[in-house]
């Protein structure tokens, strides 16, 4: 019994330094479509601090270390995903060193958020580096609006302020007065061939 005790002892020693090690990230950085500079999130790494909330929301550490029951699905979602922004975060790690995890990020798709994690991407030393596959948070886009994402999707966006741009600004004057020049100087060139035709 006592050998037993031991053992589990000593099982438990040398997890501890691999769990203390196993931390959050302090930064992260999200790119993509709509935006003009980049979404900086950064905090300490405890329960409820902005950092750690944008990771709980975008499936952080079942993606890289792995759960059970695990939440990712190594299949992506059938629904329509929307546009792809870059979500790149900082992990600290032992000796002032660490780590650069990236993830897919899909804010705006039909069935709710979705982040993508490449496996193997290297982390803490950890046998095959990150977990990785796909995971559904709801929370993300609300999340990342509050930090300046755009409420929908860029491509609309852009689509209907080019329109208004256009209409508003007296574009539609300028491109009225470009064709209509264009048919000018048609008519002329018509006349001009037609009368020396004649002569």
């Known amino acids: 019994m006592k050998r037993l005790l031991f053992l589990l002892g000593v099982a438990a020693a040398l997890a501890l330094p ?6 959050g990230p302090s930064e992260a950085s999200i790119t993509g479509p709509g935006l ?4 900086k999130i950064s905090g300490q790494e405890v329960d409820g601090s902005p950092i750690m ?11 890289a270390f792995g759960q059970t029951p695990d939440p ?27 780590f650069s ?6 804010p705006y798709a039909e069935s709710g958020g979705w982040t993508h994690t490449p496996a193997g991407q290297s982390i ?26 755009p409420k929908d999707p860029p491509s609309a966006t852009s689509r209907s302020s080019d329109s208004a ?12 007065l470009v064709l209509f020049g264009i048919g000018a100087a048609a008519v002329l060139t018509r006349r001009h061939l037609r009368s020396t035709a004649a002569t």
């Open 18 to 23: 691999a769990m203390a090690l196993a931390k």
């Open 36 to 39: 003009a500079k980049a979404i």
């Open 53 to 63: 909330s944008l990771a709980d929301a975008a499936g952080f550490f079942p993606a």
């Open 72 to 98: 990712m699905s190594s299949a992506p979602p059938k629904s329509t995903l929307g546009p792809k922004y870059s979500l790149d975060y900082v992990v600290p790690g032992g000796n002032l060193s660490s």
């Open 101 to 106: 995890i990236h993830q897919d990020l899909y």
């Open 124 to 149: 803490f030393g950890l046998e095959g580096g990150t977990h990785g596959g796909w995971f559904h948070g709801a929370r993300l886009k609300g999340i990342l609006v509050a930090r300046g994402l």
């Open 165 to 176: 741009g256009f209409f508003s600004t007296g574009k539609i004057g300028a491109f009225v």
